[in-house]
């Protein structure tokens, strides 16, 4: 999957504590243009913080992290351009219209008002909320504030997207048409750093799966590299072993025998 | 979104902006975008005035339309600009009242500008540099502290004008503004010290209790005010101490008294230098402190720590105890625990509880104190202790309200055989909870202060509160328990429910005031009270069973 281009992001052994607790243990990874990359782990390994370093939320991190070749705690906020970021939990300015705030945000990359609103509208129209486009956000279904977070992420058209759980909420015919969208745009040199719980879809989209445990990378490859090196079936049992679950026939039956005592 | 004036008058500003460091155009955008959601909501002070809100109505800004207490409010202080001429003492209770309005009001109201946490996710991550953040974040908390400290300032301004001229106007403005700078520090100091040693949820409680804090001292506030009027003619003198320089209000009394009646000393005058430098000194540590509060903002975000299994057992005897099945006893707990930890429950039923604790001493005292405490042991004057009572139509009424109406859909799909005990639990649970405690204490002071004879009336009286509480949800329309938006609390209009209620509490009181003149007569209406009680006990939960209850889900 290597290609010639310079990484758009390199972290080196970069190490992440919070009062006395180790969330990320030497962490390196290069990504490269055109890559989608299903960035996976158990709750807690550490996956937000990564992100959240990169996109300059937050400080106080040992090791060198570079996006575009920048520093993000140089001060410098140019870079930020560059990016679309998708946050996990939705949030947004939700007292604002879909026009309102999607025009907002892509001033604050730096586009003219008229531009984004037309972009704006033209994105939502063909993600069926062309009537809603004026409706406050506060209005919206979790599948359709979902989409203005798509948008919001896609406006300025960045070279490198930070999703996490991007599909969540969508139905499913949306959830084809943001599969197909992120491939096109990784055809065209974009970098996707995509974070999920749900192995099914990284397996499908992802052209290379960074799986996180512990704060360390503990698989790095395409499915298949990882397939071959793991002799396991699913992204999902590869999941379960490497990251050294495997009683959940245990658990389960556990929790049967508690519903059944009452 | 509108153009904003304030925004024009922003504009005057750019190149002072743009000196520092900051990118205007983007400081301005948003700004702007904040001010246009500050228009679509609403502020604590105008929550309880106007009922009626219509739906999306042409944007005006709620807050600009509350101004008017605040106007109201600085009319009454300004007699402090009028009465003497004592500078010092006038301008420091002038400028401590206008203190504690402004950082109340900042507080309950501008707390969500300062610690919205969707700005990290959604600005932080903007191509947009620090500088401007921050700068955007305080700008947008001077508009409207311009506004607030206008609204409050104008009336003591023009008293001040006429009555001492337009050096003593002038000195007012720029302490004014020094004010300003130095409450916005001093919240942002406050949150920075609560984050730092606690976590998001007690820093929410502390916001809800300054909210609640608030609308009982303003109320009480009009009752006291109008009584300062018998201190105007008390001769006040002040001597310099110590502990006058830390309180800021004095400093601003001393730079008046320094400089418009010179010749004091030069204790006023240092006071005087402190109301200029400590503003501003702490004015650039807060643009310093900035970035470190938004990082502890995260907090906000995370699950708080601790659990609530304190009173578990405790809770479970009390409950099983007082309630006859063990559907109702389950819903006894909920309401207890919903009663404790719903803030938006709080912030509106707390000041009618905050009355509840205040109104009979304050009738105590400005009916039966002529006579001084020995003269009020032998009246009757204890039975300002029905205004205890005032609380529980508010709170019956409230108990069907949540900001998290929409899990009522548990009622509807657990297999709950009869509703009667959701409502017996529920009420009996507020009762317990909120009036026993009010009642048991208030009564103690009374006994106190009236003589230990009066306590079986205290008791009868609080025989007649269960009965009052039970009457008034029977006239009540019936609704699940916090199953209903707290919005819809406007519409339906049981005023005048609510006005023959607090009737039915003055003829309770009068009825045992009759009672107490009739040998034995006290101890009919106790019987009076527990026959009612239990009549009303029988026929308020009857009904339910059969009845269809107005649906518990909102539109969805």
Redesign the interface.
Known sequence: MMTTKDPVIKLTNLRMSYGGHHVLNGVDLEVYPGQIIGYIGPNGAGKSTTVKIM???V?GYQGEVRVFGQNPGD?D?????R?G?V?E?A???D??TAS?YLT??G????LSADDAEMKARRMMTEFGLGDAFNS?ISTFSKGMKQKVLLVSSLLHNPDVLFLDEPLSGLDANSVMVVKEMLALLAAQGKAIFYSSHIMDVVEKISSRIVLLDGGRIVADGSFDELKAQNHEGSLEQIFNQLTGFNEHQDIASRLVSIVQGV | MKEMKSLQVLDRFRGLFEKIGVEYPVMRRIVQVKLAMDARRKPTLAKSSNQKRKQDTAESNQFLRSLWLYVLFGGFSSMFVLMGDNLLFQMSILFGIMMFMVMTSMISDFSSVLLDIRDRSILATKPINRRTLTMAKTVHIFIYLFFLTGAIAVIPLAVGLFRQGIGFFALMLLELILMDLLIVVLTALLYLVVLRFFDGEKLKDMINYVQIGMTITIAVGYQVLVRLFDFTEMDIVFKPAWWQYLVPPVWVGASFQTLLHPGEGMTYAGLAVLSVVVPLAAFLLYLKLMPALERNLQKLAEPSAKSGQRSGKMLRRISDWLCSSPQESAFFRFTWSMLGTEREFKLKVYPSLGFSIVFPFIFLFSNGLDQGLEGISGSRSYLFIYFSGIMLPTLIMMLRYSSRYKAAWIYRTAPITSEASIYKGALLASLVRLMLPLYVVEAAIFAVLFGASIIPDLIVAGLAMFAYAIFCFLCMRKGLPFSEPFEAAGQQNQSFVFMGLMLLLGGFGLLHWLATSLPFGVVAYGLLMIAGTWLGWRLAFRTQGTKKVARPDGND
Do not use: Q
Not at chain 1, 77 to 81: D, F, G, H, I
């Open positions: 996109l300059g939320l400080e001060g906020v140019s870079y930020k351009k990016i970021y946050p939990i949030e947004l300015y007292t604002l309102e907002f945000i001033e604050l990359y730096g406050r």
